[in-house]
T-cell receptor, first 116, second 114 residues
Framework: GAVVSQHPSWVICKSGTSVKIECRSL??????MFWYRQFPKQSLMLMAT?????????EQGVEKDKFLINHASLTLSTLTVTSAHPEDSSFYIC????????????FGSGTQLSVL | DQQVKQNSPSLSVQEGRISILNCDYT??????FLWYKKYPAEGPTFLIS?????DKNEDGRFTVFLNKSAKHLSLHIVPSQPGDSAVYFC?????????????FGTGTRLQVTL
């Protein structure tokens, strides 16, 4: 299956700092990538859709100034959590759908963010 | 508004028996339904999907059944194996013409015992 790589796997940071998470499609080009967030024992919630070469589309209730998304190439999307606070601590996962894969989304391994 | 629901947070099944995981949805615009398996601190892994125009799809030990009138789907795993122990998420896709979005249920933790 298609490979989506996400880095870092986990990060611990102080409150007020910014954290960047990278998502790469390793064996296909992705014009669109998706960023999800999962709190403990809850569902995966779509945060935003990352579009190559254009602005990301954010879901209702997600602060675009706090969660900056950049999709500068067909294989890389980044999510930057700006001025992180403890309530931003969560598991962030990116996903993409290779051309021809239809309805299937392939997910990265996720990033566990802990803000102290 | 939870459009995709998995009402059983956990399920325990003996090895070799059948595991049945259930999922209900409310939005009739969903065109595909998918099941993902997830381990802690890892991303979900795609298992099987079904189009809304079908009522059954089978892949090895995994079968998904869709009852569109009841807005209900289920994943059957038979025979269940200890390696199947994980959290299973039901997801539903809606295609807007320009974007494809998945909505996930809350997950069911399956434990397969020896």
């Amino acid at each position: 299956g298609a490979v989506v790589s996400q880095h870092p796997s986990w990060v611990i940071c102080k409150s007020g700092t910014s954290v960047k998470i990278e998502c790469r499609s390793l064996d296909f080009q992705a014009t669109t990538m998706f960023w999800y967030r999962q709190f403990p024992k809850q569902s995966l919630m779509l945060m935003a859709t990352s579009n190559e070469g254009s602005k990301a589309t954010y879901e209702q209730g997600v602060e675009k100034d706090k969660f900056l998304i950049n999709h500068a190439s067909l294989t890389l999307s980044t999510l930057t959590v700006t001025s992180a606070h403890p309530e931003d601590s969560s598991f962030y996962i990116c996903s993409a759908s290779p051309p021809g894969s239809g309805e299937k989304l392939f997910f990265g391994s996720g990033t566990q963010l802990s803000v102290l | 508004d939870q459009q995709v629901k998995q009402n059983s947070p956990s399920l325990s099944v003996q090895e070799g028996r059948i595991s049945i995981l259930n999922c209900d949805y409310t939005n009739s615009m969903f065109d595909y339904f998918l099941w993902y398996k997830k381990y802690p601190a890892e991303g979900p892994t795609f298992l099987i999907s079904i189009s809304s125009i079908k009522d059954k799809n089978e892949d090895g030990r995994f079968t998904v059944f869709l009852n569109k009138s009841a807005k209900h789907l289920s994943l059957h795993i038979v025979p269940s194996q200890p390696g199947d122990s994980a959290v299973y998420f039901c997801a539903a896709r809606i295609y807007t013409g320009t974007a494809s979005k998945l909505t996930f249920g809350t997950g069911t933790r399956l434990q397969v015992t020896l």
